[in-house]
């Protein structure tokens, strides 16, 4: 499977915009890019996913680098309910390979007020 | 749209006795994963299910955990016999299915196993 790098933790301030960096250098061009967060004492829920092109939702961003190799979570304004484990996980499409969803150990966001 | 449902929520056990964990998907949902979750770490995927077929199992510890999924809906994990490592959070996650460009999995609650 191919691999994700992210920070062990990183900090941010309430109401700021924070940027959760993930590098995949060896992604595939059939991997989607997928993020998941897990609240504390919760499981991992859908964030957002791309594959080439930066994608916005309600709740957050996500951006592609051009040669896919990394992507960037971006929560525009950190509320401290965004307090969580990111995770960025690379996953196949079509579904070929079963273990499609592998988590690594993911960035701790750590949201000041 | 009700979400996953896991049950029980907590259990505690001795090590050596067995416990069973359940699972009840979304409603539709072809997909669906066991993980555990160790105490600061990532889920690892246990066994992952096509409706009522394995798709892979290549993690699960087949000498004391074992798995089903009958008619493709709901499922139960079983471990016999824990031991103190088996500590973990169990989460079971369902998604619509292999092939499908909508692959979100949604995940419920888990279960918190503690083996004393």
Redo the contacts between chains.
């Keep these: 499977d191919a691999k994700t790098t992210q920070p062990n933790s990183m900090e941010s301030n309430e109401e700021e915009p924070v940027h959760l960096p993930c590098n995949h250098s060896t992604i595939s061009g059939t991997d ?1 890019i ?1 993020w ?1 967060r897990q609240l504390p ?6 964030v957002i ?1 791309g594959l080439t092109s930066n994608v916005n939702n309600r709740m957050a961003s996500l951006a592609i680098a051009e040669d896919r190799k990394s992507s960037t979570l971006i929560l525009h304004r950190a509320t401290l309910r965004d307090a969580a ?1 990111y ?1 960025c996980i690379l ?1 196949p ?3 070929g390979s ?9 960035t701790q966001l750590t949201v000041l007020p | 749209e009700a979400g996953v449902a896991q049950s029980p929520r907590y259990k505690i056990i001795e090590k050596r006795q067995s416990v069973a964990f359940w699972c009840n998907p979304i409603s539709g949902h072809a997909t669906l994963y066991w993980y555990q979750q160790i105490l600061g770490q990532g889920p690892k995927l246990l066994i992952q299910f096509q409706n009522n077929g394995v798709v892979d199992d290549s993690q699960l510890p087949k000498d004391r955990f074992s798995a089903e999924r009958l008619k493709g809906v709901d499922s139960t994990l079983k471990i016999q016999p824990a031991k103190l490592e088996d500590s973990a959070v169990y989460l079971c996650a369902s998604s619509r299915g292999k092939g499908t460009l909508n692959t979100e999995a949604f995940f419920g609650q888990g279960t918190r196993l503690t083996v004393v």
């Design positions: 989607y997928h998941y004492s919760q499981g991992p829920e859908y996913h484990v995770y996953r499409y079509p579904s079963a273990r499609q969803l592998t988590f690594g150990s993911g």
